[in-house]
RNA sequence: CGGGGUGUAGCGCAGUCUGGUUAGCGUAUCUGCUUUGGGAGCAGAGGGUCGGCGGUUCGAAUCCGCCCACCCCGACCA
């Protein structure tokens, strides 16, 4: 009894996710020490625990960027006015959220200042003059920046007024070439959500609605979260001529004529943490992928005080083991915690696994294990540490993306009539699969009625939407289906 | 930006309606001793501009006004 009213006073730490997600999310954030508010409304401080996820995140992808041909470069904060105003679509996209400089130091300026959204202005800008040649392309860059966007609304994480994120912006000499750098990166994404976070994700094109302000064509990928709701978690798009017109980034080609360039966007945000928080998380605080996570491992040596010694230097010796397997491990050798207290608090970190080294494992030669993901427990036999702890760490991470894989498709409804459609969403929520008749009017229509929106219409191997098949109805007019895409509601 | 709610110690809360000791409880923190295989026990200690500013009053956490932050629900977005 007295056992069960501690328990209960630890789970009140976080509320429950059934009972509100929303606070469940919040109460992972601050609990798991990944993140605070701060006295800047919309901006949160990323404390050390976070910001090691994120440079472990950051790592996996930036060695993705790099492998594929690109390097990293730096542009400035700052965009002045005239330069964000000259690709009109884009400009009108941003606008309600761009944060102003218009005072340095005393001195009101002549030009305002916009804080970047995003860098296709002053990049562009600067490409103008990096250009001249057929041989100066392709320009392949990435960047590493924090935006701001005046959000009105902000969620640790998913939506806050500054961000950390990369960016991609590359040149090419050719549509079909800039096409085929923009599903690449979107394939790269994909790749990462799944095998680095095992966060399944859907790659597919959004509806000229959802497009990004300026692009030709904007590619997703979509993951979805454990309350049914779907999260945008990268995007590449296909920005064709559009800003190259507007900056004049022309280059002579070898057939002598001066061209405009084909260019490219593509960027994946801190968000895609808020994403790992609300795909794997439960009652008891976070669950982290081994490929991120700060500590694969941790060891809580349990120990008396006569046997104090002994226990610790077998446990350092174990943790010197796993280090040189290549393991990220940290050693809990407080002695102010009991091992109970560790375990919760651990667990609420996420860390994949958990090790506890006793007398009694001593004894046997062994440690014994306990997964975070399924709370299975095991013992492991000391000699083989090295080759076991390894396997059990990846056994976790495809566990994990093999787990998220099936919620995914249990969350996923074909509906043919728009009766079922609302429904799904009011009660079941997830993805739901359904004719469109490729309107932009029947995709708004749908969004007041049901708070979905398309995130995504699906695409073939050559990154072509695929149509509907032949017979399939518009869910809500009725008229012949352009596409059968997928709806969600979304962060 | 509209509608609703909350703001008191690091965290969770009571007290506010009906103004009046030195603002309290749980937990966390510090010290000491005993403990340590799923949030240990006892004893002692520290910690508060009661979200902020202004007003009413002999006296304000409590009443009034303005502002701020956060949460939930709606309109815009990575």
Not at 96 to 108: H, L, R
Not at 444 to 473: S, Y
Request: hydrophobic share 40%; aromatic share 10%; glycine share 6%.
């Amino acid at each position: 009894m007295a056992k069960d009213s501690k328990e209960q006073s630890f789970i009140k730490e976080i509320t429950p996710r059934s009972e509100d997600f929303s606070q469940w999310y919040i109460d992972i954030v601050r609990k798991a020490e990944l993140a605070d508010y701060t006295s800047m409304k919309g901006c949160m401080v990323i404390k050390p625990y976070g910001y090691a996820i994120w440079e472990n995140m950051r790592d996996q992808m930036d060695k993705r960027i790099k492998d594929t041909g690109h390097m990293n470069a730096y542009f400035p904060l700052f965009v002045p006015e005239s330069l964000l105003n000259k690709e009109a679509e884009h400009i009108a996209g941003f606008a309600p959220e761009v944060a102003w400089v218009t005072q340095g130091g005393n001195e009101k300026l002549e030009e305002r200042l916009a804080i970047r959204p995003t860098s296709e202005a002053i990049i562009c800008s600067i490409y103008a003059d990096w250009v001249h040649s057929w041989r100066d392309l392709p320009i392949l860059i990435n960047q590493w920046a924090n935006v701001v966007r005046w959000e009105k609304v902000t969620r640790l994480f998913l939506r806050t007024t500054e961000f950390q994120w990369q960016e991609g912006h590359t040149c090419h000499r050719t549509h079909e070439e800039a096409v085929e750098e923009t599903v690449k990166m979107l394939a790269v994404y994909k790749e990462y959500a799944e095998n680095v976070l095992a966060m399944p994700a859907h790659a597919g094109i959004k509806t000229s609605n959802e497009r990004f302000p300026g692009a030709q064509e904007t590619y997703c990928i979509e993951a979805l979260m454990s309350d049914g709701k779907a999260l945008q978690a990268g995007t590449s798009h296909d920005l064709g001529q559009h800003f190259s017109k507007m900056f004049n980034i022309l280059f002579e080609d070898q057939d002598n004529e001066r061209k405009y360039v084909w260019q490219t966007s593509w960027g994946t945000s801190m968000r895609m943490l808020g994403g790992v928080i609300m795909t794997h998380g439960d009652e008891n605080g976070l669950i982290l992928p081994p490929k991120i996570a700060p500590y694969q491992v941790v060891i809580i040596p349990i120990f008396k005080a006569a046997n104090k010694e002994e226990v610790c230097a077998k446990a350092q010796e174990v943790a010197a083991t796993l280090k040189a397997a290549g393991v990220r491990v940290f050693l809990d050798d407080r002695e102010q915690y009991s091992p109970g207290w560790k375990y919760n608090q651990w667990e609420m970190k996420g860390v994949p696994l958990r090790l506890e080294l006793g007398p009694k494992d001593i004894e046997k030669q062994t440690v014994f294990s306990a997964r975070r993901d399924t709370r299975v427990k095991a013992a492991i036999p000391m000699a083989q540490l090295t080759t076991a702890v390894p396997e059990l760490l990846n056994t976790i991470q495809n566990d994990m993306l093999q787990k998220a894989i099936n919620f995914r498709e249990e969350m996923t409804t074909k509906v043919d009539n728009f009766e079922d459609f609302q429904k799904t969403i009011e009660t079941k929520r997830g993805f739901v699969v359904a004719g469109w008749d490729g309107t932009t009017e029947t995709e708004l229509k749908i969004k007041e009625l049901t708070k979905a929106t398309i995130r995504f219409i699906p695409m073939d191997e050559n990154f072509k939407p695929i149509p509907a098949p032949e017979g399939t109805k518009c869910v809500l007019t009725g008229e012949p289906a352009k596409h059968l895409v997928y709806f969600a509601r979304s962060y």
